[in-house]
Every structure is written in C-alpha cells, then in structure tokens.
C-alpha cells in the first residue's frame, strides 16, 4: 500500500530529523565550552581562519556525499553564526 510505504518514510524522517537535533544540541554544548575558553583568554569569538578551513572541508565533503556543497555550506552557516553570538556573550 503507499500510504503505509509514506507513513515508513515519514517516520524514517522523523528519525533522522531526532539525531541531526541530538548531535546540533551536542555541537552547541562543545562551542560554548570553546566561547568559555575563548573568553577567559580574550580570544576574539570569530575565527576567519577557521571559517575559511570549515568551508572548505564542508563543501569538500559534501560533494564526496552528493550534496549540494553551497546548500550545505549555507546551513552550516547559519550554525557559525549562532555559535558566533553566543561566543559574544563570553567576551563582554
């Protein structure tokens, strides 16, 4: 039947979407511990360098996976940009 095929495959989503929150709720408990660190020793809380690095081994990985190396580089971003802000508040 294809409703229950769609229902596998909706639920299958609603998996996978569970573990990319896990493991986004993971990255952001490590970077504020990184704006902790960055803080208590007056580190500015973006990192070009390391911006530049992450582009390139996230477009770089994303092909090797068959994705969209720009749609992944703007999702991860967006990402950056949180951690950047929330790094903000360590450096007042």
């Not at 020793?41 to 911006?51: K, L, Y």
């Not at 950047?84 to 450096?91: A, D, I």
Request: charged share 30%; glycine share 4%; net charge negative.
């Amino acid at each position: 039947m294809p409703f229950e095929k769609l229902s596998e495959l909706r639920s299958e989503i609603d998996e996978l979407d569970e573990r990319l929150l896990i493991l986004l709720a993971a990255r952001f408990k490590t970077t504020t511990e990184i704006g902790r660190v960055k803080g208590i020793n007056g580190i500015a809380p973006i990192d070009p360098i390391r911006e530049a690095q992450q582009q390139a081994r996230i477009k770089m990985r994303a092909h090797e996976l068959g994705l969209n190396p720009d749609f992944a580089w703007t999702l991860f971003k967006v990402v950056i940009d949180e951690v950047v802000e929330n790094h903000r508040q360590f450096s007042d």
